[in-house]
């Protein structure tokens, strides 16, 4: 599977925007960039997934790098709720939708 | 719509016992799969069904492990006998297509 590295940890505060970086050099041109976070005692989340084209859906925004060699998740105005574990995950898409979490990025958020 | 539901939430149980944990998939998702994140450790894939076949199961650590899924509706992996290192957090997950999956609250394993 394609690999990813994102930052151990970030810190936001209340009401900023947060841009969580994440770089996967080695991504394939099939491969889909897939975002999900876990927030304390509970199973993972879908937050927002793509291909080639930045993305927006009510929960976020995903703009991704013209090379895809690198993406980044963007939380407009972080709240309390958002703090968790963010997870930026590479599938090949079609049958084989297995993902493979890394360590992910700690996002601590300040009142 | 009820969400991915998984039984027990936790699970205490001596080495050597058997243990099964249920997860009832959303309804209509035909893809389902288990994941687990034992203590220090990533989430890691376990195995993928689509209804009630296996599509991929590399990632099932070893024999003591048994998943099956009835009818292609809930899920059942059985641990037997458990050993230590079984202790962990197991989740499952549904999708109806390969963009995004959902996932159960988890069920927290403890072998002693």
């Known amino acids: 599977d394609a690999k990813t590295t994102q930052p151990n940890s970030m810190e936001s505060n209340e009401e900023e925007p947060v841009h969580l970086p994440c770089n996967h050099s080695?991504?394939?041109?099939?491969?889909?960039i897939h975002w999900y976070r876990q927030l304390p005692s509970q199973g993972p989340e879908y937050v927002i997934h793509?291909?080639?084209s930045n993305v927006n859906n009510r929960m976020a925004s995903l703009a991704i790098a013209e090379d895809r060699k690198s993406s980044t998740l963007i939380l407009h105005r972080a709240t309390l709720r958002d703090a968790a574990v963010y997870y930026c995950?590479?599938?090949?898409?079609?049958?084989?939708?297995?993902?493979?979490f890394g360590k992910g990025t700690l996002l601590t958020v300040n009142p | 719509e009820a969400g991915v539901t998984q039984f027990p939430s936790h699970s205490v149980i001596e080495k050597g016992q058997t243990v099964t944990l249920r997860c009832d998939p959303i309804?209509?998702?035909?893809?389902l799969y288990w994941y687990r994140r034992v203590m220090g450790k990533e989430i890691k894939f376990l195995l993928h069904?689509?209804?009630?076949?296996?599509?991929?199961e590399s990632g099932m650590p070893n024999n003591r492990f048994l998943a099956e899924r009835t009818g292609g509706t809930y899920s059942t992996l059985k641990v037997q006998p458990a050993e230590l290192e079984d202790s962990g957090v197991y989740f499952c997950?549904?999708?109806?297509?390969?963009?995004?999956?959902?996932f159960g609250q988890g069920t927290r394993l403890t072998v002693v």
């Open positions: 997950a549904s999708s109806q297509d390969y963009t995004e999956a959902f």
């Open positions: 080695t991504i394939s041109g099939t491969d889909y």
């Open positions: 793509g291909l080639t």
């Open positions: 995950i590479l599938g090949s898409g079609g049958s084989n939708y297995k993902l493979t």
């Open positions: 309804s209509g998702h035909d893809n």
């Open positions: 069904f689509v209804k009630e076949s296996k599509q991929d």
